[in-house]
């Protein structure tokens, strides 16, 4: 039997690690909200005053959150559905692969969650993936089918409900400021001891995915996963530039009608009826649109060159996105510099925009000298084994 190699440099798809290093910068910024405020538990559009963080969050809603995290996941498909085709080409078992792979990320998910930061999504990506293996043997264009459909049916109808219900108790879907959980949000991570930081994680953490907003969840990530997994098997980042057509397509029919939903709550009402629309539909179009016009861009000749740093952080992008949470905490917890609640929201997207650069520049010097980041290769050694090359 063959022996199972991880993927060599001169065989990575550049596009693909441009696409999860652009996607960290967004991630990045909408988590440095959850870092410095208790963002679970406060309305946010009231939360920043009329000051300069209220056009700072108009920005950061309507461009980035809920718009980030699905290329994240839709890249998380592509990546098992590549190591599907591979292995199969090779011959090799890939289910006692994948169940192991996704068994690692379980592992550093649930470290991430209770250790370091509540706002973990690598369980979720572990748990969902293992449904995503059970598709994998569907061809390209029926995965990405049956992808869109699962993606758009569930969100129009469940839209659908909470507009009605805004209609007919207006209250069932207002925000509101959960004063208690608020401060001892403060007090815990402002000043608290860890085994204090630990509760309040927990709960927070609880809070975030208790069963409903679990299942919500994995509604919302595997029909995605199956669209990166989709593209995957049809090869479409591979052949962008073939694909001209097809992308700039895509592109001119999402972009609008996701700007259209992503702004919703403005132009309607700041409630969680257009949130849910414009987080569950509008952001995962924006980040289809967003992914269009990477690939696009990429098909430039000077493009890779260009975009190469941005490539080289995406090449690390889970040790980036945990070493975000710690730089994070660090910075914001009582166990740190302990600034928990004492940072504007623009202040934040400065630090979140400057570590990231920073970022930027100690994952070229670490690829200078390894071939992988420091958590990408534990995961490597523990699913691949001693062989790992």
């Given at each position: ?69 699905p290329i994240f996941t839709i890249l ?275 630090i979140a925009l400057g570590l990231f ?12 000298r390894f071939n992988q980041g420091p ?15």
């Amino acid at each position: 039997m063959r022996e199972i190699q991880s993927v060599k440099q001169q065989n990575r798809i550049q596009s693909l690690d441009v696409m999860r290093g652009f996607s960290l910068i967004g991630i990045f910024i909408v988590n440095m909200m959850a870092f410095h405020s208790p963002i679970y538990y406060y309305d946010p559009y009231s939360w920043w005053g009329n000051s300069i963080d209220q056009p700072v969050y108009w920005w950061i809603d309507v461009f980035v959150q809920a718009s980030f995290y699905p290329i994240f996941t839709i890249l998380f498909g592509y990546g098992l559905a590549l190591q599907y085709r591979r292995l199969k080409e090779k011959e090799i078992a890939f289910y006692p692969f994948a169940l192991k792979r996704l068994g690692v990320l379980l592992v550093i998910g649930a470290f991430h969650a209770f250790i370091i930061w509540s706002g973990d999504i690598l369980i979720s990506y572990a748990v969902v993936g293992l449904l995503l293996m059970l598709l994998l043997q569907l061809e390209g264009r029926l995965l990405l089918l049956v992808g869109f459909l699962l993606f758009l049916v569930p969100q129009v109808l469940m839209s659908a409900i909470f507009i009605l219900a805004s209609f007919a108790d207006p209250t069932s879907v207002t925000y509101f400021n959960a004063v208690q959980e608020i401060q001892s949000s403060i007090e815990a991570y402002g000043s608290g001891t860890y085994s204090e930081i630990f509760s309040q994680r927990l709960n927070d953490w609880l809070y975030a995915n208790n069963p409903a907003s679990f299942v919500s969840l994995a509604i919302a990530l595997l029909p995605l996963m199956m669209i990166g997994a989709g593209i995957s098997k049809l090869k479409l980042l591979e052949k962008a530039a073939e694909k001209k057509k097809i992308l700039v397509i895509t592109v001119v029919l999402t972009l609008p009608i996701a700007l259209v939903l992503k702004t919703s709550p403005y132009w309607m009402e700041e409630n969680l009826a257009y949130s849910f629309i414009q987080d569950f539909v509008g952001g995962p179009l924006l980040a289809i649109s967003y992914i269009g016009i990477i690939s696009l861009v990429m098909t430039m000749p000077k493009a890779a060159k260009w975009l190469r740093p941005l490539g080289q952080t995406g090449r690390m992008s889970l040790t980036n996105y945990l070493m975000q949470s710690v730089a994070g905490t660090l910075i914001f917890y009582s166990y740190g510099l302990g600034l928990y609640g004492e940072v504007s929201l623009l202040n934040g997207l400065y630090i979140a925009l400057g570590l990231f650069v920073i970022q930027v520049i100690l994952s070229e010097i670490w690829l200078s000298r390894f071939n992988q980041g420091p958590v990408e290769y534990v995961w490597r050694r523990l699913t691949y084994g001693k062989n790992v090359k």
